[in-house]
């Protein structure tokens, strides 16, 4: 069973819950998140839905819509192209950055392992928080780098 906790967006001078300030701090923790001001990360989790799993749950389909991105705050999750699994990333990663490119569908599954928690960010949210958190595009540009398959052309 998943549950679903939706954390309501509010203005960056309010005050922030324990929950939010507790996942802040988590990201606070990763190296794709060194960037970012405290004010920042704070934003992030206000505008993000948290997810947690008691147990393998797939969180996107390939080949489904991009309609969001993740941010694994524990746990691990395996990314599958097909039925072959191609990687297992822990916490700190983020992933389903395939929702920058409207209109392209997923090119991946990911599952997650057993239990785990996540930051979702839909798409709308998304857009917002890239206009307002600079560090955040790079994030997003370095995840997209990192996982774009590098084609062989000597062939």
Not at 91 to 118: I, M, N, Y
Not at 134 to 144: H, K, Q, S, W
Request: negative net charge.
């Amino acid at each position: 069973m998943v549950t679903w906790t939706h954390i309501a967006h509010r203005k960056p001078t309010m005050k922030v819950d324990g929950t939010h300030r507790e996942n802040a701090r988590r990201l606070r923790e990763f190296i794709a998140f060194d960037k970012f001001s405290d004010d920042e990360l704070e934003r992030l989790v206000r505008a993000a839905h948290h997810t947690s799993t008691p147990g393998a749950w797939p969180l996107i389909r390939e080949q489904t819509p991009s309609d969001a991105c993740y941010i694994l705050l524990s746990g691990e999750v395996a990314v599958y192209v097909g039925q072959d699994r191609i990687a297992v990333l822990g916490p700190g990663e983020v992933f389903g950055e395939s929702v920058l490119r409207p209109g392209e569908l997923r090119s991946a599954t990911v599952t997650t392992t057993g239990a785990a928690e996540v930051l979702r960010i839909e798409r709308d949210d998304l857009a917002s928080l890239l206009d307002e958190i600079p560090a955040l595009r790079e994030t997003m540009d370095v995840t997209a780098a990192r996982h774009t398959p590098i084609v062989d052309t000597s062939a």
